[in-house]
């Protein structure tokens, strides 16, 4: 039997009409149509709620460096047992999460719309997706005029009449739509399962999970199964679905170059640090020639949990450095800046075979020569520019830890071993649809989320296309 931690209980033998694997911005973005239009729906997570935290020791062992899952695990946001259970070797730090809500229970809420030749270089059909941010911004509410900090107010002051955006700043947490979803009784949440593998069975999808506390496996069916488990999992479960080992597909992660910045005009001015988000201003290259901005950067306060991240850098004694950090750190500015990632031979994953259900995920991401030549004609451009806005930029931090992440499973007008049709269904099964953003064939420089829910939105109702007469 499997449990859920609302009203229902899913029995093994019902048939759904549709499961969505995976909690996340997508999973709750794309089952929404469906829960309104009256299917069955089941949400199946493998995670527990990220706010009641395991209490166990993270191992170091599973990951290479130890700061950025510190800084995550101290917000209380990532589950421990995520790095046991979703294995992966990279030459990069890859955040993930194993939550109900998924890691839209860290982020920091900055979104922006993509363009249409954004969205076309993406895979994704402009017209829809617009469509689709209207309806996604209606539903969470979404706030375009945050209130800003000091910080912010004064960047954006010195940057009128030049090339900047206001920010979209929203504190927006997925869990909240789950308890909306609980209230239909045509929905069932059913938490703590991790999903191995699906087959296609010709009239309904077979899903094999596995229970995180008992390791028991279980075997759920549905009529319909969108996947949308993050991209790097969503392509895991496939590969292992199809026994793709050592197959490997193309994989885009997107790092941060983070200057760190003085902000002299704050000097000696009062603080305000009842602001809700950490990232408020943002900024992107309108140079309307480039089908893709060709960067995108946001300002962020110095966020107090970094201090540990933040002493590596300041030469002095660690008592005398957690003391300088404490005083100067109000006055700091990061700047974090993000490019487009494409797709190259080098960046890429593939699934290794384990004895154990549970296969290890390599993760390849490499930045091309080509790209790091067009990185820091750009990082010329962003260091002029900000230095207009009023900030001094004392240390450029190039950092490997990514939650930014897209492919695997991507768009193709003809059948490749492992991809998607326009609509988001798997081109090797009739019943098997992607939500997230692994049919993603570029990862543009902006922050992704706002198009992985509007797209979430959009296969969801294709989806419900099926079950209309
Ligand atoms: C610190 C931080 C700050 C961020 N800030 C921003 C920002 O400002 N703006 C922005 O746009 N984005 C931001 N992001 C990125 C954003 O959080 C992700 O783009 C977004 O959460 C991706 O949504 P998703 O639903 O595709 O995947 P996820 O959020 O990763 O959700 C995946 C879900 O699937 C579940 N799952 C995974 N594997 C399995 C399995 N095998 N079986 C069952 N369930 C499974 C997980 O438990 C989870 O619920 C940030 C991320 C981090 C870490």
Not at 58 to 64: A, D, F, M, R, Y
Not at 153 to 159: G, R, S, T
Not at 176 to 195: A, C, M, R, W
Not at 341 to 366: A, M, Q
Request: glycine residues 4%; charged residues 25%; contains cysteine.
């Amino acid at each position: 039997m499997l449990h859920n931690s609302g009203h229902s209980t899913a029995k093994p033998n019902t048939l759904h009409d549709v499961i969505v694997v995976g909690s996340g911005p997508a999973g709750v973005h794309a089952a929404y149509p469906l829960v309104e239009a009256g299917l069955r729906v089941a949400i199946i997570d493998g995670g527990l709620d990220s706010k009641k935290q395991d209490n166990q020791p993270i191992n170091k062992k599973l990951h290479n460096k130890s700061n950025p899952y510190d800084l995550l695990i101290k917000s209380g946001y990532v589950f421990t047992k995520t790095y046991q259970l979703l294995k992966v070797q990279s030459n990069i730090e890859i955040i993930q999460s194993l939550a109900k809500g998924g890691l839209s229970e860290i982020w920091h809420g900055i979104c922006d719309y993509f363009t249409d030749s954004e969205l076309a270089e993406t895979g994704l059909p402009a017209l829809e997706i617009q469509k689709e941010y209207k309806e996604i911004a209606k539903r969470i509410n979404l706030k375009t005029k945050p209130q800003l900090d000091l910080h912010g107010q004064l960047i954006l002051k010195k940057a009128k009449n030049q090339v900047y955006r206001l920010p979209i700043a929203y504190p927006y947490r997925t869990k909240s739509v789950i308890e909306d979803l609980k209230k239909y009784k045509n929905f069932t949440y059913i938490p703590k399962q991790l999903v191995l593998k699906v087959k296609d069975k010709n009239k309904h999808v077979e899903i094999e999970s596995i229970s995180i506390e008992s390791q028991e496996k279980s075997y759920i069916k549905s009529r319909y199964l969108i996947l949308a488990a993050g991209a790097i999992n969503t392509t895991r479960i496939l590969l292992q679905s199809f026994r793709l080992y050592n197959y490997q597909v193309p994989f885009l992660t997107k790092g941060h170059t983070m200057l760190v910045c003085l902000h002299p005009q704050t000097l000696l001015k009062r603080r305000q640090n009842n602001i809700a988000s950490l990232g408020q201003v943002s900024l992107t290259c309108n140079d309307l020639d480039q089908d893709l901005n060709s960067f995108f950067v946001q300002f962020y306060r110095c966020n107090p949990l970094a201090q540990d991240l933040a002493l590596q850098y300041i030469p002095l004694p660690k008592p005398l450095a957690s003391l300088f950090f404490s005083i100067i750190a109000p006055y700091l500015v990061i700047v974090d800046v993000r490019f487009p990632t494409f797709k190259s031979n080098k960046s890429f994953c593939r699934l290794k075979k384990e004895k154990c259900d549970i296969g290890v995920l390599e993760v390849s991401s490499h930045t091309t020569d080509r790209e790091i030549k067009k990185h820091k004609e750009e990082l010329k451009k962003i260091y002029r520019k900000i230095q207009s806005f009023g900030l001094l930029p004392m240390k450029t931090i190039t950092s490997n830890v990514t939650s930014h992440y897209a492919g695997g499973v991507s768009f193709q007008s003809k059948q490749g071993k492992l991809s998607t049709d326009s609509k988001g269904r798997l081109h090797q099964a009739k019943r098997i649809y992607i939500a997230d953003s692994s049919t993603w064939k570029v990862l543009p420089a902006k922050p992704p989320t706002l198009t992985i829910m509007a797209n979430a939105a959009r296969v969801g109702k294709n989806v419900l296309k099926k079950f209309q007469p």
